[in-house]
């Protein structure tokens, strides 16, 4: 990476009071160990582009001002774990339309700034806490309910005191 590339990923970031909804959900899980995520940074990441040159990221904006995808709301269900990269993450039951749109068209745009197509499949989550021992699945009494009217260029900044994200473009959804 050089000094004038930055490490880049398209998100969804919530309101102030969704923020403070998934914030709180980190209380439901194991306290003991972990690295915790600042509740500044929860986000649901859409598309992780890594280290990114200055003279790609006016392609990048292009590529998303591209996209047209209606607003939708995303209803976030339970907690679980990933035990490989040890994470405790929040989550829905089922991947709305507009989302699977979104992230689908999204990684088609992206495709003509030299970004290959992403060969997983897409997992919507919101990363609660990292490091962290298995915490199992927690259904939730009452949903977090995520209206989701925008997408996000968000800027990683490791290192120091969080928050360690940084948006740096916003969209409207709109179709």
Known sequence: MTRRSRRLFFALWPDEEVR???AALQALLPQEEGNWVHGADLHMTLRFLGAVAPERQGCISQAAEQLREAPFELE??????????RIAWA???ETPAGLSRLVADLGSAL???GFPPENRPYRPHVTLVRKTRPS?????DTPVRWPVDSFALVE???GGKPPWYRVVETWPLDA
């Open 20 to 22: 403070r909804e998934l």
């Open 76 to 85: 976030i269900t339970h907690l679980d774990y990933w035990s490989r990269p």
């Open 91 to 93: 989550g829905p039951d």
């Open 111 to 113: 495709t003509t700034c």
């Open 136 to 140: 199992g699945i927690i259904r939730l």
């Open 156 to 158: 990683s900044r490791p």
